[in-house]
Protein backbone atom coordinates (compact mmCIF):
# COMPACT_ATOMS: atom_id res chain seq x y z
CA UNK A 1 0.00 0.00 0.00
CA UNK A 2 1.58 3.21 -1.18
CA UNK A 3 -0.25 5.04 0.70
CA UNK A 4 -1.75 6.90 -1.79
CA UNK A 5 -5.93 6.89 -2.00
CA UNK A 6 -7.83 7.62 -5.24
CA UNK A 7 -11.19 7.79 -6.19
CA UNK A 8 -13.23 6.14 -7.67
CA UNK A 9 -11.68 3.35 -8.52
CA UNK A 10 -13.80 2.66 -11.95
CA UNK A 11 -15.82 5.09 -13.30
CA UNK A 12 -18.25 4.32 -16.60
CA UNK A 13 -19.55 7.47 -18.44
CA UNK A 14 -21.11 8.67 -21.83
CA UNK A 15 -19.39 11.07 -24.05
CA UNK A 16 -19.62 14.41 -23.41
CA UNK A 17 -20.10 14.22 -19.94
CA UNK A 18 -17.59 15.53 -17.21
CA UNK A 19 -16.23 13.68 -14.39
CA UNK A 20 -14.04 13.99 -11.01
CA UNK A 21 -11.21 11.71 -9.80
CA UNK A 22 -9.90 12.21 -6.50
CA UNK A 23 -6.71 11.97 -4.95
CA UNK A 24 -5.90 12.00 -1.18
CA UNK A 25 -1.73 12.21 -1.34
CA UNK A 26 0.35 10.44 1.19
CA UNK A 27 0.53 11.73 4.87
CA UNK A 28 3.43 14.72 4.73
CA UNK A 29 3.53 14.86 1.43
CA UNK A 30 3.22 18.68 -0.64
CA UNK A 31 3.59 17.12 -4.12
CA UNK A 32 0.79 15.73 -6.19
CA UNK A 33 0.89 14.53 -9.70
CA UNK A 34 -1.66 13.23 -12.20
CA UNK A 35 -0.39 10.92 -15.13
CA UNK A 36 -2.79 9.02 -18.04
CA UNK A 37 -2.14 5.28 -18.44
CA UNK A 38 -3.27 4.23 -21.95
CA UNK A 39 -2.51 1.79 -24.61
CA UNK A 40 -1.37 3.97 -27.61
CA UNK A 41 0.10 6.63 -25.50
CA UNK A 42 1.91 4.72 -22.42
CA UNK A 43 2.07 7.07 -19.15
CA UNK A 44 1.57 10.69 -19.92
CA UNK A 45 2.45 13.08 -17.57
CA UNK A 46 -0.65 15.46 -17.27
CA UNK A 47 -0.24 18.46 -14.25
CA UNK A 48 1.66 18.56 -11.06
CA UNK A 49 0.64 20.56 -7.73
CA UNK A 50 2.73 21.27 -4.99
CA UNK A 51 1.58 22.75 -1.52
CA UNK A 52 -1.90 24.03 -3.80
CA UNK A 53 0.18 25.78 -6.36
CA UNK A 54 0.86 24.76 -10.02
CA UNK A 55 4.30 23.51 -10.08
CA UNK A 56 4.65 21.79 -13.55
CA UNK A 57 1.99 21.10 -16.55
CA UNK A 58 2.41 18.35 -19.74
CA UNK A 59 0.25 17.31 -22.26
CA UNK A 60 -3.02 17.91 -20.35
CA UNK A 61 -5.99 19.07 -22.54
CA UNK A 62 -7.71 21.98 -22.17
CA UNK A 63 -10.93 20.09 -21.43
CA UNK A 64 -9.28 19.09 -18.19
CA UNK A 65 -8.04 20.93 -15.07
CA UNK A 66 -6.94 20.17 -11.37
CA UNK A 67 -6.42 21.87 -8.36
CA UNK A 68 -5.20 20.92 -5.02
CA UNK A 69 -6.94 22.27 -1.91
CA UNK A 70 -5.79 23.52 1.24
CA UNK A 71 -5.74 19.95 3.15
CA UNK A 72 -3.26 18.95 0.09
CA UNK A 73 -5.59 16.20 -1.65
CA UNK A 74 -6.34 16.77 -5.36
CA UNK A 75 -9.25 16.91 -8.19
CA UNK A 76 -8.53 16.08 -11.65
CA UNK A 77 -11.71 17.20 -13.61
CA UNK A 78 -12.27 16.00 -17.10
CA UNK A 79 -14.49 17.73 -19.05
CA UNK A 80 -16.76 17.12 -22.63
CA UNK A 81 -15.57 13.77 -22.64
CA UNK A 82 -14.63 11.55 -25.47
CA UNK A 83 -14.28 7.76 -26.37
CA UNK A 84 -10.28 8.36 -26.33
CA UNK A 85 -10.12 9.90 -23.00
CA UNK A 86 -10.87 6.16 -21.82
CA UNK A 87 -7.82 5.29 -19.79
CA UNK A 88 -6.06 4.64 -16.22
CA UNK A 89 -5.55 8.04 -14.63
CA UNK A 90 -2.96 7.47 -11.57
CA UNK A 91 -2.44 10.06 -9.37
CA UNK A 92 1.12 10.18 -7.18
CA UNK A 93 2.72 11.96 -4.43
CA UNK A 94 6.17 13.09 -3.04
CA UNK A 95 7.33 15.19 -0.10
CA UNK A 96 9.13 17.74 -2.50
CA UNK A 97 8.63 19.07 -5.46
CA UNK A 98 11.82 18.58 -7.50
CA UNK A 99 12.95 14.51 -6.04
CA UNK A 100 11.63 12.40 -8.47
CA UNK A 101 10.40 9.66 -6.39
CA UNK A 102 6.82 9.20 -6.72
CA UNK A 103 4.21 7.02 -5.08
CA UNK A 104 1.50 6.10 -7.00
CA UNK A 105 -2.07 5.65 -6.37
CA UNK A 106 -4.30 2.38 -7.62
CA UNK A 107 -5.77 4.54 -10.54
CA UNK A 108 -9.18 5.63 -11.63
CA UNK A 109 -10.13 3.76 -14.47
CA UNK A 110 -12.53 5.86 -16.71
CA UNK A 111 -14.55 4.59 -19.37
CA UNK A 112 -16.53 6.70 -21.67
CA UNK A 113 -19.20 5.41 -24.20
CA UNK B 1 13.30 17.82 -24.08
CA UNK B 2 13.51 14.76 -21.97
CA UNK B 3 12.96 11.27 -23.04
CA UNK B 4 13.23 7.73 -22.30
CA UNK B 5 13.29 4.63 -24.82
CA UNK B 6 12.80 1.31 -23.39
CA UNK B 7 13.61 -0.57 -26.85
CA UNK B 8 12.13 -4.05 -25.99
CA UNK B 9 8.07 -4.36 -25.83
CA UNK B 10 8.58 -7.86 -23.91
CA UNK B 11 11.66 -9.63 -22.27
CA UNK B 12 11.47 -13.61 -21.87
CA UNK B 13 13.52 -15.18 -19.03
CA UNK B 14 13.22 -18.16 -17.59
CA UNK B 15 13.37 -18.36 -13.60
CA UNK B 16 16.55 -18.96 -12.23
CA UNK B 17 18.55 -16.95 -15.28
CA UNK B 18 19.75 -13.79 -14.98
CA UNK B 19 17.48 -10.58 -16.47
CA UNK B 20 18.43 -7.36 -18.64
CA UNK B 21 15.69 -4.68 -19.29
CA UNK B 22 16.95 -1.83 -21.33
CA UNK B 23 16.73 1.80 -20.89
CA UNK B 24 18.01 5.05 -22.54
CA UNK B 25 17.59 8.26 -22.07
CA UNK B 26 17.83 11.95 -23.43
CA UNK B 27 17.89 14.60 -20.83
CA UNK B 28 19.27 17.75 -20.26
CA UNK B 29 21.60 18.79 -17.25
CA UNK B 30 21.67 15.87 -14.93
CA UNK B 31 19.20 12.80 -14.80
CA UNK B 32 17.61 11.24 -12.20
CA UNK B 33 16.93 7.81 -13.04
CA UNK B 34 14.04 5.44 -11.95
CA UNK B 35 12.44 2.41 -12.07
CA UNK B 36 8.76 1.58 -11.36
CA UNK B 37 7.02 -2.06 -11.68
CA UNK B 38 3.57 -2.33 -12.18
CA UNK B 39 1.55 -5.56 -11.63
CA UNK B 40 -2.04 -6.17 -13.27
CA UNK B 41 -5.03 -3.76 -12.18
CA UNK B 42 -2.09 -2.14 -9.99
CA UNK B 43 -0.59 1.45 -9.48
CA UNK B 44 3.24 1.57 -10.28
CA UNK B 45 5.63 0.72 -7.69
CA UNK B 46 9.27 2.03 -7.04
CA UNK B 47 12.30 0.13 -7.27
CA UNK B 48 15.32 1.92 -7.48
CA UNK B 49 16.99 5.43 -8.78
CA UNK B 50 19.84 6.96 -9.78
CA UNK B 51 20.94 10.35 -8.40
CA UNK B 52 24.56 10.70 -7.99
CA UNK B 53 27.30 8.73 -6.54
CA UNK B 54 28.00 5.22 -7.44
CA UNK B 55 27.27 3.93 -11.04
CA UNK B 56 25.40 0.63 -9.59
CA UNK B 57 22.59 1.18 -7.60
CA UNK B 58 20.55 -1.76 -5.73
CA UNK B 59 17.00 -1.41 -5.38
CA UNK B 60 14.07 -3.72 -3.78
CA UNK B 61 13.56 -7.16 -4.68
CA UNK B 62 17.25 -7.72 -5.27
CA UNK B 63 16.90 -5.84 -8.31
CA UNK B 64 20.05 -2.96 -9.37
CA UNK B 65 20.47 -0.70 -12.31
CA UNK B 66 23.94 0.69 -13.82
CA UNK B 67 23.73 4.08 -15.02
CA UNK B 68 26.03 4.91 -18.23
CA UNK B 69 26.76 7.97 -18.58
CA UNK B 70 28.75 7.78 -21.68
CA UNK B 71 26.10 5.47 -23.84
CA UNK B 72 23.10 7.39 -21.66
CA UNK B 73 22.04 4.06 -20.40
CA UNK B 74 20.19 2.83 -17.27
CA UNK B 75 19.54 -0.82 -17.58
CA UNK B 76 17.73 -3.03 -14.59
CA UNK B 77 19.44 -6.04 -13.74
CA UNK B 78 18.89 -9.04 -11.72
CA UNK B 79 20.77 -11.78 -11.22
CA UNK B 80 18.45 -14.78 -10.50
CA UNK B 81 15.00 -14.27 -12.10
CA UNK B 82 11.53 -15.30 -10.35
CA UNK B 83 8.32 -16.13 -11.63
CA UNK B 84 6.85 -13.53 -9.69
CA UNK B 85 8.67 -10.93 -11.24
CA UNK B 86 6.56 -11.00 -14.19
CA UNK B 87 5.68 -7.63 -14.76
CA UNK B 88 5.43 -4.21 -16.73
CA UNK B 89 8.35 -2.30 -16.23
CA UNK B 90 9.36 1.03 -16.66
CA UNK B 91 12.25 3.33 -16.86
CA UNK B 92 12.01 7.22 -16.37
CA UNK B 93 13.75 10.35 -15.44
CA UNK B 94 13.63 13.64 -14.34
CA UNK B 95 15.90 16.96 -15.02
CA UNK B 96 16.95 16.40 -11.27
CA UNK B 97 16.48 19.15 -8.97
CA UNK B 98 14.01 21.24 -10.84
CA UNK B 99 11.66 18.74 -11.74
CA UNK B 100 9.48 15.99 -10.14
CA UNK B 101 7.37 14.81 -12.66
CA UNK B 102 8.87 12.07 -14.49
CA UNK B 103 9.05 10.85 -17.97
CA UNK B 104 7.84 7.08 -18.40
CA UNK B 105 9.23 5.01 -21.06
CA UNK B 106 6.78 2.92 -23.10
CA UNK B 107 7.23 -0.04 -20.68
CA UNK B 108 8.51 -3.58 -20.91
CA UNK B 109 6.87 -6.62 -20.29
CA UNK B 110 8.70 -9.17 -18.07
CA UNK B 111 7.97 -12.70 -18.27
CA UNK B 112 9.63 -15.07 -16.41
CA UNK B 113 8.88 -18.75 -17.03
CA UNK B 114 9.31 -21.77 -14.56
Known amino acids: DSGVTQTPKHLITATGQRVTLRCSPR?????VYWYQQSLDQGLQFLIQYYNGEERAKGNILERFSAQQFPDLHSELNLSSLELGDSALYFC????????????FGEGSRLTVL | AQSVAQPEDQVNVAEGNPLTVKCTYS??????LFWYVQYPNRGLQFLLK??????LVKGSYGFEAEFNKSQTSFHLKKPSALVSDSALYFCAVSRGGSQGNLIFGKGTKLSVKP
Open chain 1, 92 to 103: ASSVGADTGELF
Open chain 1, 27 to 31: SGDLS
Open chain 2, 50 to 55: YITGDN
Open chain 2, 27 to 32: VSGNPY
